[in-house]
């Protein structure tokens, strides 16, 4: 398979790699958004692999996959719940940021600077493969797709998430983001890039999984938090399709 990196993306989050467990750093935005991605992933995997997320580690026995995985701050969460956990992600810089937080917080993850395409090439395969706020950096989103297809398991599961396309989202990610608030540097998105929810249904369906949910993750500057709604898509969001 050719790669679908884009080598100016990853260098944008290499020079950021060892602010992703500062909270208040250039990753403030994911920590504050985490809460809300969390409680999206877990009901969808319990939901499809029947787990009850009362018990202890619900998650034991699936193998997961977090592609574009940084620091660690989706890797560490489902290791905790169980899961087996491979991260992957292509900035090698982001590689030893997340070994060491895994170490000191005494979890076991097999970290690794590989992209999708290799993983799959390579005959990997999981149950659960997380596409977090990464297809807006990708070359070519279709390839990268299908490669996350290929990495699936049959009844695997798909986690992605993305920024919609519209002039809310050029004002709330880049204006707001990037240029009021500085949570991120300038430049770190591209809005072009940016993918509509009707254009991820098809781009997931065209590379061979079927669509099974979308939520909006909407972001409350009154109270300062994040919730999941059935109905605003129109800023972040975040999908669920499998593999039949």
């Known amino acids: 398979m050719t790669t679908t990196i884009d080598p100016s993306e990853v260098a944008k989050f290499e020079a950021m790699a060892?602010?992703?467990?500062?909270?208040?750093?250039?990753?403030?935005?994911?920590?504050?958004?985490?809460?809300?991605r969390l409680d999206y992933i877990t009901t969808q995997v319990a939901a499809e692999f029947g787990r009850d997320l009362k018990q202890p580690r619900p998650f034991a026995g699936l193998r997961l996959l977090d592609i574009g995985c940084g620091g660690g701050l989706l890797s560490?969460?489902?290791?905790?719940?169980?899961?087996?956990?491979?991260?992957?992600?292509?900035?090698?810089?982001n590689i030893p940021v997340a070994q060491l937080h895994a170490e000191q917080?005494?979890?076991?993850?097999?970290?690794?600077?590989?992209?999708?395409?290799?993983l799959a090439a390579a005959g990997e395969r999981f149950d659960v493969v997380l596409n977090m706020e990464v297809i807006e950096h990708v070359a070519d989103p279709l390839a990268y797709l299908t490669a996350c297809q290929t990495l699936l398991k049959p009844g695997g599961l798909m986690i992605c998430s993305?920024?919609?396309?519209?002039?809310?989202?050029?004002?709330?990610a880049i204006v707001g983001a990037e240029w009021v608030m500085r949570w991120l540097p300038k430049g770190t998105h591209d809005w072009a890039k940016f993918?509509?929810?009707?254009?991820?249904?098809?781009?997931?369906?065209?590379?061979?999984?079927?669509?099974?949910?979308?939520?909006?993750?909407?972001?409350?500057?009154?109270?300062?938090?994040?919730?999941?709604?059935?109905?605003?898509?129109?800023?972040?969001?975040?999908?669920?399709?499998?593999?039949?």
């Open 162 to 172: 993305t920024l919609n396309r519209n002039p809310k989202s050029f004002m709330m």
């Open 18 to 36: 060892a602010e992703w467990w500062d909270p208040n750093g250039k990753f403030k935005p994911l920590h504050q958004m985490n809460p809300c």
């Open 105 to 118: 917080s005494g979890l076991t993850i097999d970290y690794r600077n590989v992209p999708a395409e290799d």
């Open 195 to 244: 993918i509509t929810p009707d254009e991820l249904c098809d781009l997931i369906t065209r590379a061979g999984l079927d669509p099974v949910d979308r939520k909006g993750m909407v972001f409350n500057p009154l109270a300062w938090s994040w919730s999941l709604s059935d109905r605003d898509l129109s800023c972040n969001y975040v999908t669920a399709s499998v593999k039949r």
């Open 76 to 93: 560490e969460p489902m290791a905790r719940l169980g899961a087996t956990v491979v991260g992957a992600d292509a900035a090698a810089r």
